[in-house]
């Protein structure tokens, strides 16, 4: 293992055994380095690689501090990742969305509120009969995050947002190129928020899934 591989290994379990909590400071610079038996230099860098990973915030003048570690801000990485791959891998971020999705409308249907319905209901219905095609991709993406937001999951909701946000443009390229696609993306959303406001959770997963299917199955033959 690499020195500053090691350095990385002994801060993340000082901070997952609970040694460090989310805010705690770290010691300077000298007392973490003769802690943990690393030099100097090895800490530094470290340090700058777990703060470009969100878990540790460096504030000059002030110290290093542990960060928050929610999930948002854990996730940034992957969202960064996600924009320098090529258009060819949204394949692949729609098939976790194909895992992902379904399993969150299923657990959506169990745990769902009345004002979340409401609130979802009022937003697919916020966009008239006619909705442009970016209008209604914004509104797609509030509505998956809406649905990720009723199971009460913080990790699932990051995770869906990041794949989501991945795909908006493949689905404005679908809206300007596929005929009917935009009335046959309000009906999935329509049938996905009806089986969830019904507590059925197996026809909501259905759903989810045929919705992501048929973006997925779009793209791919438009590659």
């Known amino acids: 293992m690499a020195v500053t591989d090691e350095a990385i290994e002994k801060i993340k379990t000082m901070i997952t055994s609970g040694e460090l909590q989310p805010g705690a400071r770290l010691p300077r610079e000298s007392e973490l380095a003769a802690q943990l038996g690393l030099s100097r230099n090895s800490l530094r860098e470290a340090v700058r690689a777990l703060s470009l990973m969100n878990v540790l915030d460096v504030r000059q003048g002030d110290g290093t501090y542990v960060s928050s570690l929610e999930p948002p801000r854990l996730l940034a990485a992957l969202t960064f990742i996600l924009d ?62 809406g649905i990720a937001a009723a199971t009460g999951n913080s990790l699932l909701c990051s995770l869906i947002d990041s794949l989501s946000g991945r795909t908006a443009r493949a689905r404005v390229w679908r809206g300007l190129t596929q005929e ?44």
């Open 84 to 145: 320098l791959h090529h258009d060819e891998s949204v394949l692949e971020v729609f098939q976790v969305r194909a895992i992902l999705e379904p399993a969150a409308a299923a657990l959506a249907a169990q745990l769902v509120t009345d004002a979340q319905v409401s609130e979802l209901r009022s937003l697919l219905t916020s966009l008239g009969e006619d909705p442009g095609v970016e209008e209604l991709v914004a509104m797609d993406l509030e509505f998956h995050r």
């Open 180 to 223: 009917a696609a935009l009335r046959r993306t309000m009906a999935e959303h329509t049938a996905i928020l009806d089986a969830i406001a019904a507590g059925d959770a197996e026809t909501a997963r259905a759903w989810a899934t045929v919705h992501v299917a048929n973006v997925a199955q779009w793209l791919r033959q438009a590659l």
